[in-house]
């Protein structure tokens, strides 16, 4: 079992940059598939991007692909989301998700076992 807890979300204006983490417990982080899902009002969750375990695959929503990057670091526990040129549609509660094993359907929150409580990111313009 793994346990999730988002940092690094905050208030800035269009066109900033922020840059989330994710820190995990347990000891077998390496072997789990990562993702970053966001929610915002009065919206469904929606996927945003996911890294593989050995941290050599990721796949982005068309929506932050270019602006956004997935990244982990498996000595640290952590799973990083760089996201640059933020735009006021990014403006959601952004979670991190962990599941162990090989995950068919990434981009499906339903895939994900482990959730984080999410961390609020506010795009100004």
């Known amino acids: 079992q793994v346990q999730l807890v988002e940092s690094g979300g905050g208030l800035v204006q269009a066109g900033g940059s922020l840059r989330l983490s994710c820190a995990a417990s347990?000891?077998?982080?390496?072997?789990?598939?990562m993702a970053w899902f966001r929610q915002a009002p009065g919206k469904e969750r929606e996927f945003v991007a996911t890294i593989s375990w050995s941290g050599e695959s990721t796949y982005y929503a068309d929506s932050v692909k270019g602006r956004f990057t997935i990244s982990r670091d498996n000595a640290k526990n952590t799973v990083y989301l760089q996201m640059n040129s933020l735009k006021p549609e990014d403006t959601a509660v952004y979670y991190c998700a962990a599941q162990a094993g090989f995950v068919v359907y990434i981009t499906l929150q339903q895939s994900y076992a482990y959730w984080g409580q999410g961390t609020q990111v506010t795009v100004s313009s």
């Open positions: 347990g000891r077998t982080f390496g072997s789990y598939r």
